[in-house]
Every structure is written in C-alpha cells, then in structure tokens.
C-alpha cells in the first residue's frame, strides 16, 4: 500500500506565503496523479490543484496566479508553493495519490490515497 505525509502548514498573515510538502512511501514504483485538495470548516472537500504525469498541471480558479505545484517523480514526492495567501485558503490541506501503480503489477489500483491533513491558518 501506500501512505502519504503532510507537512508544511501553519499561521500565516495575509499576503504570507506556504510551501506544503507531500512524500508518498510505500511499495509503488509510480504515480500518474498527484495533488492538493482543501476543506474549510462547513465546506466540501475541494481540488486545489494536481500534476499529471509528465507535467500537466490543474488548479482551481481561486489559486491560480498564486499556488504552484511541482513533482518530484523518482522522489515521489509533490509540493504546493503557496504565495499571497488569503484568509479564505484556510483549511485542511491534504495531499492525493490517484493512478498509482502499485509493485509488480501492470495496471494502476483503483484506490485513491489521502494523506492525514495538514492545517493552514491564513489570519492577522
């Protein structure tokens, strides 16, 4: 299987920045989709934005122009640089896994890995 840690968040002014990190472990020797989802108190889960292998990238109206997500393939790792960060990006973040080919196996799982959650706080 696969599990995926968070780690990143915290309190940030208005205007601040974040940089959320995601590493995936497990035995897997590749992942088509990763990404960043959010939940705000009240709210839906909603996508933030994902890389799709090679480099194709998804983010939400909201974000775009300020969150940029990059990948690290090999690593297994994904990362959301979050800049001018606003009271309403506040949520729980969590990290995604989505066409994950697990080892020895030719076809990617049907199962879609969620990491913990991280907290991001954007306040004065």
């Known amino acids: 299987q696969v599990q995926l840690v968070e780690s990143g968040g915290g309190l940030v002014q208005p205007g601040g920045s974040l940089r959320l990190s995601c590493a995936a472990s497990?035995?897997?020797?590749?992942?088509?989709?990763m990404g960043w989802y959010r939940q705000a108190p009240g709210k839906q889960r909603e996508l933030v934005a994902t890389?799709?292998?090679?480099?194709?990238?998804n983010y939400a109206d909201s974000v775009k122009g300020r969150f940029t997500i990059s990948r690290e393939h090999a690593k297994g790792t994904v990362h959301l640089q979050m800049n001018n960060l606003k009271p309403e990006d506040t949520a729980v973040y969590y990290c995604?896994?989505?066409?994950?080919?697990?080892?020895?196996?030719?076809?990617?799982?049907?199962?879609?890995?969620w990491g913990q959650g991280t907290q991001v706080t954007v306040s004065s």
């Open positions: 995604n896994a989505d066409g994950v080919y697990l080892t020895g196996t030719y076809y990617p799982s049907r199962d879609v890995y």
């Open positions: 497990g035995s897997f020797f590749s992942i088509n989709t």
């Open positions: 890389m799709t292998n090679p480099s194709r990238t």
